[in-house]
């Protein structure tokens, strides 16, 4: 892997570069769309390469180890090949995904034993087995186990838990040197700093992370219910001290606002499932703001779902043929849905990198922010 720094913002902390990987180039700052199970819900491959065309998208070691099951990708040849992406895929660890999803987890030293929401069954995720995991997925970025703190999370569990998240860092990267590549391609491995809504162990954490020398780094244990003012102070303590020449991505960040915000601070990566979720559940975002489709002002809406124009579905459709779909429960309105704000969101972090390279990036983003934060 390989970054390139080609700008920087003159008022701000925001960069473009660009990411090489085996896959692609992957031009940042980037939003990285949810394809949790091996599938961005509800959108074709096709269309997602020809409309929005991402240069990597996410999946999620916990729901892959628990269906179709490691060996089933390995059979396939990775994950590239099973789903039929050829472009630029990372794998999260299930650092996260184990502590919201499964019930019954208990974690210790050694790791995590869980029971699977899927059929009730246990398992144990260790650093160790997370990064062999993570080798057969075969995604082309694979991420360190950590432990994601709930907010709010007292000073002392919080402490605990990110020394822990440390030696799990050092347990994962021993591994790694041991456990060899099993396809014809490169993988590159991102630890996680950790440290809840406190400064001074998220510095500690940064300088622990940033001393790994790893190629990018992470950041993770936010926008898990803190005030954005927060998780934006949290963002600036951190991009202070993880080296500038490697990639940041913060991790399930957020709203259009939010990523932004954290683009101006230094992030290059986000990736988030409110685009898909939402959009599944009747929620548009657009440049002026979000739009509820489901509510009865649209009924005899007859314009463009967006105006803007930015994938085809925008304006193939009108809004109150939309809602039409929504009310009766129709998957392509879902469909629809998930199109136009994976489209917007790609839209957005293509623009802001323009902006950061033209060096109007600041006086942009204020405008952006102004405007869409509002409700249609
Ligand atoms: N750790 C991991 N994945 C994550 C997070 C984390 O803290 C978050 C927190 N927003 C999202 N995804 N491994």
Known sequence: MHFKLEATDSQGSARAGTI????????????????????????????????????????NTYHLYLRPQTP???????????????????????????????????????????KSHIDGSYHTFTPENVMEIQRTIGADIIMAFDECTPYPCDYNYAKRSMHMTHRWLDRCIKHLEKTPLKYDYDQTFFPIVQGSTYKDLRKQSAEYIASANAKGNAIGGLSVGEPA???????????????????????GV??????????ALGIDMFDCVMPTRNGRNGMLFTAEGTINIKNKKWESDFSAIDPMGITWVDTEYSKAYLRHLFTVNEMLGRQIATIHNLGFYLWLVREARKHIVAGDFTPWKNQMVKQMDQRL
């Open 72 to 114: 089933i990708l390995e059979k396939a040849g990775g994950i590239h090949k099973f789903m039929n992406w050829t472009g630029n895929i990372l794998t999260d660890s299930g650092g996260y995904q184990v502590y919201s999803l499964s019930a019954n987890r208990k974690i210790k030293e050694e790791g995590v034993k869980f």
């Open 20 to 59: 090489s990987l085996d896959h692609g180039i992957v031009e940042t700052p980037i939003f990285m769309p949810v394809g949790t199970v091996a599938t961005v819900k509800g959108v074709h491959q096709r269309e997602l390469r020809e409309e929005i065309n991402p240069d990597i998208i996410l999946g």
């Open 254 to 263: 957020g709203t259009p606002i939010n990523i932004l915000e954290n683009i």
């Open 229 to 251: 003012e927060e998780m934006y102070e949290m963002t600036q303590v951190v991009t202070e001290i993880l080296p500038k020449e490697k990639p940041r991505y913060l991790m």
